[in-house]
T-cell receptor
Framework: GESVGLHLPTLSVQEGDNSIINCAYS??????FIWYKQESGKGPQFIID?????DKRQGQRVTVLLNKTVKHLSLQIAATQPGDSAVYFC?????????????FGKGTKLTVNP | DSGVTQTPKHLITATGQRVTLRCSPR?????VYWYQQSLDQGLQFLIQ???????AKGNILERFSAQQFPDLHSELNLSSLELGDSALYFC????????????FGPGTRLLVL
């Protein structure tokens, strides 16, 4: 079936470096993608989203890139800080019984070393 | 703080029992979603309600049911609990019905012994 997945389960970076978290999706009909951050013991927190008519969207220290040709999504975090340590999920829209729903990948754990 | 609240925060119960999880969406949000998060399955969509009506079903077991009340809060009922039901249960809400950002609550951690 169609699914969303993440290339790497873990990523370790030094404080101040830039981080890149990747996501592959298989549903070519998906038109909306979201990145969520989940800190230990907390619920997922919205970071940034992008629609399929865009290639790039920037937020505060975060950038999402969408490559529809290869069905690839990435999250770039600039000047990574210890507070960025968390599990990051990408999610795509998928149709469930005629209604659009978000389907989440398994997540990438980002560890920022001081 | 997302504005979505969930109670209780932790729940410990025994196999065969029934529990009810409660969720209050963000003010103004009409959709409520329930998710189950376990170590081996990640975030799994269970069910969505929109303005009191069931909107979509995902991987929800027949032992589980949910409803959304006129004040838009929602309850997830889990019955005949099994060890494998131990997980984090998240509620999320969004303003509309489809393809929108969902805001998550802090979750309820269920442990079935």
């Amino acid at each position: 079936g169609e699914s969303v997945g993440l290339h790497l389960p873990t990523l370790s970076v030094q404080e101040g470096d830039n981080s890149i978290i990747n996501c592959a999706y298989s549903n070519s009909a998906s038109d909306y993608f979201i990145w969520y951050k989940q800190e230990s013991g907390k619920g997922p927190q919205f970071i940034i989203d992008i629609r399929s008519n865009m290639d790039k969207r920037q937020g505060q220290r975060v950038t999402v890139l969408l490559n529809k040709t290869v069905k690839h999504l990435s999250l770039q975090i600039a000047a990574t800080q210890p507070g960025d340590s968390a599990v990051y999920f990408c999610a795509e829209t998928s149709v469930w019984g005629g209604s659009e729903k978000l389907v989440f990948g398994k997540g990438t754990k980002l560890t920022v070393n001081p | 703080d997302s504005g979505v609240t969930q109670t209780p925060k932790h729940l410990i119960t025994a196999t065969g029992q029934r529990v009810t999880l409660r969720c209050s969406p963000r003010s103004g949000d009409l959709s409520v979603y329930w998710y189950q998060q376990s170590l081996d399955q990640g975030l799994q969509f269970l069910i969505q309600y929109y303005n009191g009506e069931e909107r979509a079903k995902g991987n929800i077991l027949e032992r589980f049911s949910a409803q959304q009340f006129p004040d838009l809060h929602s309850e997830l009922n889990l019955s005949s609990l099994e060890l494998g039901d131990s997980a984090l249960y998240f509620c999320a809400s969004s303003e509309g019905v489809d393809g929108e950002t969902q805001y998550f609550g802090p979750g309820t951690r269920l442990l079935v012994l």
